[in-house]
């Protein structure tokens, strides 16, 4: 899987995520801090991830600040992304299962480096749900705005 990923600063477990996405075999590009040639603030790294994803050249994204609220709220500006703050494995599969969430919003201040492996075995494992209600509050997200 092609996976963006961005931090706005390299503290927490803003090195650890691509890693991490790179030893479960996944292809990551990376984004502010993280790459040193891009500006590193959290709306325009997290809108870089999120727009790869919407652009079609990743297929998910992680966005990573210090308390993840204004990644999420920068990638959720960008059509076509549902972008989720999950601080543990419930919220992650949740966020897959009833909110069909593209992309993965995370605090570095809250995440620890287990937590993180938690959240990624979560993320990765949750798909969609079918249910037609599920599916239904999906469509209307993007009919919103």
């Excluded at 899987?1 to 650890?16: F, H, K, L, Q, T």
């Excluded at 991490?20 to 500006?39: F, I, Y």
């Excluded at 938690?118 to 494992?125: G, R, S």
Aim: hydrophobic share 45%.
């Amino acid at each position: 899987m092609r996976i963006s990923v961005a931090a706005d600063e390299n503290v927490g477990v803003a090195s650890a995520v691509p890693a991490e996405l790179r030893r479960r075999g996944h292809e990551v590009t990376v984004h502010g801090a993280l790459a040193p040639e891009e500006r590193d603030d959290w709306a325009w790294a997290s809108e870089a991830a999120a727009r790869d994803v919407a652009e079609g050249r990743a297929d998910q994204a992680v966005v990573c600040c210090w308390t993840g609220t204004g990644a999420s709220i920068a990638a959720n500006k960008v059509p076509g992304v549902r972008a989720a703050l999950c601080v543990d494995a419930y919220s992650a599969d949740g966020a897959r299962k009833w909110n069909d969430a593209n992309v993965l919003a995370l605090s570095l201040r809250l995440t620890s480096q287990p937590q993180l492996g938690e959240i990624l075995d979560a993320w990765f494992a949750g798909a969609a749900s079918q249910d037609p209600g599920d599916r239904a509050n999906i469509a209307h997200i993007d009919t919103i705005g």
